[in-house]
Structure formats: C-alpha cells, structure tokens
C-alpha cells in the first residue's frame, strides 16, 4: 500500500495554469503506474491523465488533451499534473492514485483498478 497525499489546488481564474502534486510514501513509488481523476459535484469520477512506472507512457483524457500534461519524479516519489488554459469545466477535486503493476509502460483510465487513492485536492476555476 502507498499514501498518496495531493498538493496545489486553488481558485484560479480561466486561462490560468496550476500544477498539482502527489506525494506518495514508500520506497516502492517506481513500480506504481499513476493516474489522476477529477470529480464535480453532482457527476461520477473521471479520468484526467495517466503515466507508466518510467514515465515513458502517457494517456489523457480527450477533455485535457492539449492542456495537460503529466510527469513524474521517481527519485522524489511525486507525480505532477501541469495543467495550462483552465476552463470553468475543470472546476473539481482533483484526485491522485496508484495502481499496482509489473509493466512498465501500461497506463489505466478506469479508475475501478487503482489500488490506493489520495484524499483529493479543490480546483476550482471561475470564468
């Protein structure tokens, strides 16, 4: 099991940019694909972005794509999700997970198979 402790929300004006972090406990953080998922009130939790154990995969959700970008930095056990040009439409809390997993370039959008999951970190953009 990993903690995974989300970092850089915020109210934030359209067109704007943030960067929103994870920070994740254990020794063991290079061998998680990660994904961020979003959720806005009243809708289900949906994928945003994802990346491999290396970093050399990446997936995003038609939504983002263009706008966000995910990396990671293994040596620091943290995974970042830049995001550019915000929209009122990305107001949510924002949610990092982990996924356990012996390949190394698989990346996953369905958030029903992460294993571990931060307590979320507010976006809220207005217009």
């Known amino acids: 099991q990993v903690q995974l402790v989300e970092s850089g929300g915020g109210l934030v004006q359209a067109g704007d940019s943030l960067r929103l972090s994870c920070a994740a406990s254990?020794?063991?953080?290079?061998?998680?694909?990660m994904g961020w998922f979003r959720q806005a009130p009243g809708t289900v939790r949906e994928f945003v972005a994802a990346i491999s154990r290396s970093g050399g995969y990446t997936d995003f959700a038609d939504s983002v794509k263009g706008r966000f970008t995910i990396s990671r930095d293994n040596a620091k056990n943290t995974v970042y999700l830049q995001m550019n040009s915000l929209k009122p439409e990305d107001t949510a809390v924002y949610y990092c997970a982990a996924k356990r997993s012996y390949s190394t370039s698989a990346v996953f959008s369905q958030s029903d198979v992460y294993d571990d999951w931060g307590q979320g970190t507010q976006v809220t953009v207005s217009s």
């Open positions: 254990g020794r063991t953080f290079r061998t998680y694909p």
